[in-house]
């Protein structure tokens, strides 16, 4: 017998091959897993840090406008008209008291001053190492004014401290202009806490001066971006020391700011590591069981070969499959006895093998399908933004049908006045089920694109009353109102801010009514008006039904998200979007069996008039 002078036992190439095959599997498949979710957590982050650049420029945008009010408030009253129009020791005083009460207002506020038309600063109130060193003639007002021609100067370093001046002219006339109202403010470090909020803890927030030159953090000078960015594009850059970060730069009009946004690259990619990590775990695990079940397997098969090696070799040529019919009572019985055990152990062992390899291919799957899953998730989200995109289309295209059948029934009601019950009935039934369609169309278009609020002074009262009025409330339904003779004026859009109380009234008639009838249905609808702060309003509506699950609460402002029968689920994110364009915001409180309350914070000014 010629044997090889390389010659391996199958008992070593056995198990060696597979477990060779099997690492090439899960080396392929967990790299290949982890390259895809790399991607989908970069590309993620893009969106998410442009989004978050773009929100935080909204929101300065937002304050902006805010602030605007605040410095016209102040540039109009009378105390500092008459100084500036007329500047002795008495208007002195009294101009004087009125930047105080102002700096004391205003939580960002590091000096007040007032500027006359030639260029003299006048009076200033506050840190006077902070106020402004020199001013801008009039004609140096940026074209982009806010209302009232007030403005809002770059940013600039004061020692560690980055402070930004809000100018407003002081008008006697139109055209005449006395002086100037100038407030120098620090940056607020608050926006952090947002960034954190949509990127996570590692995200770093910048403003800076759109010509360039200075950038802050919070409110101090920092170091602005590395690289050239053009706004809304997001890019991946290596930072001076040497980390990889993703960022983002929008602009945030009418302020001359640019917002930036970095998060490091490390962090987005964490949740990969760590999905490599895990499948590492069991990737490992697999190797090491079917190294041994290897082993295991190739021992079995070449014990009983060792024995009936003659046998195998006068097989070599034939069919290993078949079976030995030779029955004796002596060796070639023996031979045959052993040669036929021998195959149906091969046979059995190969059965083991493919149930073993199908069990790991099970597990594997189980794997890809976790990821099927992640992703699935991303792509639940993509789509809620473009629903966003397609609700204005398709809510325009509904709603010209709807006013068609409005008509139509309107006619009908007017042709058939004496019609039977029934007719009536069903009449009413269509009246009603359009209504419902009408304020799903509503509701898409208002989540589709918020208009920007037509600003005016509310009386909360007679707003609530209005609303009230405009709802169908069972008579077993108490409805109580509190509101104090001295609650101070709101400034909101008086039709958006509206819809927002009439969706809290609605839904707290609906959560008392539930599946009975209006007939059974019991419970106090309260209303009530507060002072929250110095520039804020609260409207309450609180109801007594069963409440909102803990397991709710968090998702209850989120779009699509209700536990109604009827309706998809915008009302409260619509509400919620209109109130904080309106400059408030709307918060939910409940427990069960308790019933829910709802806040509606609104912005006031202290001196507003009642």
């Not at 895990?278 to 990737?283: K, L």
């Not at 295991?296 to 006068?314: G, K, R, W």
């Not at 009234?505 to 009975?516: C, D, E, F, H």
Request: proline fraction near 5%.
């Amino acid at each position: 017998m010629h044997v090889p002078s390389r010659w391996q036992p199958i008992r070593r190439k056995l198990p060696l091959l597979i477990s060779s095959l099997l690492v090439a599997v899960v080396v392929i498949v967990s790299g290949i897993a982890y390259r895809q979710l790399e991607s989908t957590l970069i590309d993620s982050a893009r969106g998410r840090v442009t989004n978050a650049s773009q929100r935080l420029a909204d929101v300065y945008t937002g304050t902006a406008w805010s602030l605007s009010v605040r410095a016209q408030h102040v540039a109009s009253d009378s105390a500092v008209v008459r100084f500036l129009a007329a500047p002795t020791e008495a208007t002195r005083a009294a101009a004087q008291d009125a930047l105080e009460r102002e700096l004391s207002n205003s939580r960002w506020a590091a000096a007040v001053a007032l500027w006359g038309a030639g260029g003299a600063q006048l009076l200033t109130v506050g840190t006077a190492a902070l106020s402004r060193a020199g001013f801008p003639t009039a004609d140096a007002a940026p074209h982009d004014a806010m209302r009232g021609g007030s403005w809002i100067g770059p940013l600039v370093a004061v020692g560690d401290t980055v402070l930004y001046d809000l100018i407003a002219p002081v008008v006697k006339r139109q055209g005449d202009t006395l002086g100037f109202v100038v407030e120098t403010r620090r940056v607020s470090g608050e926006s952090a806490q947002l960034v954190s909020g949509i990127m996570g803890a590692d995200a770093v927030s910048m403003l800076g001066n759109a010509s360039g030159g200075l950038w802050a953090k919070g409110a101090k000078p920092a170091t602005g971006p590395a690289v050239p960015v053009p706004a809304g594009t997001p890019v991946q850059f290596t930072a001076p020391d040497g980390v990889t970060r993703l960022g983002a730069m929008a602009l945030a009009p009418p302020t001359p700011w640019l917002v930036w946004v970095e998060t490091p690259r490390s962090a987005v990619l964490r949740p990969a590591r760590h999905f490599l990590f895990s499948i590492g775990i069991v990737a490992l695990l697999i190797i090491a069981a079917g190294v041994a079940g290897a082993w295991l397997l190739s021992n079995h098969i070449t014990a009983p070969l060792a024995e009936v090696t003659q046998a195998a070799e006068d097989l070599a040529g034939g069919d290993y499959a078949r079976r030995v019919a030779l029955v004796r009572a002596d060796e070639l019985g023996r031979l045959a006895t052993a040669f036929n055990s021998m195959a149906q152990q091969v046979q059995d062992s190969r059965t083991v093998l493919e149930e073993r390899v199908a069990e790991r291919t099970r597990e594997l799957q189980e794997a890809v399908e976790g990821l099927r899953r992640a992703q699935d998730e991303l792509v639940r989200r993509e789509r809620l933004a473009i629903l966003g995109q397609l609700a204005g289309g398709v809510g325009h295209e509904l709603r010209n049908p709807l006013g068609v059948m409005t008509n139509a029934l309107y006619y009908l009601s007017v042709v058939l006045e004496d019609a039977p019950p029934n007719v009536l009935e069903y009449l009413g039934i269509l009246r009603t089920q359009i209504g419902l369609s009408e304020k799903i169309v509503t509701d898409l278009l208002d989540f589709a694109r918020v208009k920007s609020p037509q600003r005016e002074w509310i009386v909360l009262e007679d707003l609530v009353a209005q609303q009230l009025g405009r709802s169908c409330i069972p008579a077993s339904i108490h409805v109580e109102r509190a509101f104090p003779t001295d609650l101070p004026l709101v400034s909101a859009d008086c039709t958006q801010i509206g819809q927002v109380v009439l969706n809290l009234i609605t839904n707290a008639i609906q959560a008392m009514v539930g599946s009975r009838s209006c007939e059974e249905a019991s419970g106090t609808l309260l209303l009530r008006g507060h002072v929250l702060d110095a520039t804020h309003v609260v409207l309450e509506v609180r109801d007594s039904g069963p409440g909102i699950l803990p397991e709710h609460l968090e998702k209850i402002f989120e779009p699509l998200f209700t536990t109604k029968a009827r309706g998809i689920g915008l009302g409260l994110a619509v509400s919620r979007t209109l109130a904080r364009a309106n400059g408030g915001d709307l918060t939910v409180s409940s427990q069960p069996g308790s019933g829910a309350s709802f806040s509606l914070a609104m912005l006031t000014t202290p001196s507003a008039p009642v």
